[in-house]
């Protein structure tokens, strides 16, 4: 199993930055992948920007050029650096990882504020 646990939400104003964090417990030998996925209020949840293990990276198109997905292999963590946030990019984020089991499990998710 992994356990996965995200931090580094909060409230920013818009035009700020944030840098999430997620830290990987367990068997971290059996990810395949890991990611960040978001869920505003009422609405479902989204792709924000996934990292295989080989390091191909991809970004949802409303986050491509402010969002950096990266990790730290040594420290068992994935970040998410946030750039000109926005207040549409309110929302609880999820850290993802997909196993080689063919299983996935998700974060207990942090909330990002972007308000004025």
């Known amino acids: 199993q992994v356990q996965l646990v995200e931090s580094g939400g909060g409230l920013v104003q818009p035009g700020g930055s944030l840098r999430l964090s997620c830290g990987a417990s367990?068997?971290?030998?059996?990810?395949?992948?890991m990611g960040w996925y978001r869920q505003a209020p009422g609405k479902q949840r989204e792709l924000v920007a996934t990292i295989t293990r080989a390091g191909t990276i991809t970004y949802a198109d409303s986050v491509k050029d402010r969002f950096t997905i990266s990790r730290d292999s040594a420290k068992n963590t994935m970040y998410l650096q946030m750039n000109s946030l926005k207040p549409e990019d309110t929302a609880v984020y999820y850290c993802?990882?997909?196993?080689?089991?063919?299983?996935?499990?998700w974060g207990q998710g942090t909330q990002v504020t972007v308000s004025s």
């Open positions: 993802s990882a997909d196993l080689s089991t063919g299983l996935g499990t």
């Open positions: 367990g068997s971290i030998f059996s990810i395949n992948a």
